[in-house]
């Protein structure tokens, strides 16, 4: 594992002066839910839709993360970009390919509609071709701005797991094809071939 530098947080841009009313949490819900898409700073960007290999790395890391939450009641856990709020103004939401709430954070589960605007306690991306690493990064940043223990990033070209964490010492692990991921800090008890996430 090697430590290496945590992504920086970029600070909010200054919203634009004049122009239209600024984009709500509850009017971008209202007219986006169920899109793909993230806000960058009131502005609605479309999220490109997942290549097959993109697509089976989530189903795996949902079958062996959310199936380590749902099977120990540990809280809720969703996939398929589901909405991170970063920031309300200017409106900043992030869509994370796998996402986990603890009970402390989302103690009514799943809502029936709109989404936990808590921070999460863990956030999963998986590295597409479509993305560059300064993307990445930047989601990184965002999700440990807002709080989240552990951001876990996983590179099908290097077959590699990466978790950051906003603390000095080692702010990144790298976890190998051969090597076990943990996550002790946000899900004690769990293990698992970093190879099973890209078979």
Partial sequence: MTPATTPATPAPAPAPPGGPAALTLDGFLDRYAGAYVEVIDGVVQEIPMPQPRHGAICLNT???????????????????????VIRRDPLRVRGADVVYWSKANAPDGVPAAGMIT?????????????????????????????????????DPDTLTASVYRDRTGTP?????????LTLPDVLPGFAVQVKKFFE
Avoid: H
């Fill in 62 to 84: 949902a079958i062996y993360v959310g199936g380590f939450i749902k099977q120990n009641g540990l809280g809720v856990v969703c996939s398929n970009d589901t909405f991170v």
């Fill in 172 to 180: 990144q692990q790298v976890f190998n094809r051969d090597d076990t």
């Fill in 118 to 154: 808590a921070a999460p306690d863990l956030c999963v991306e998986v590295v597409s071709p479509t993305n560059t690493w300064t993307e990445v990064f930047t989601k990184v940043g965002e999700y440990l701005g807002i709080g989240v223990p552990a951001v876990l990033v996983l």
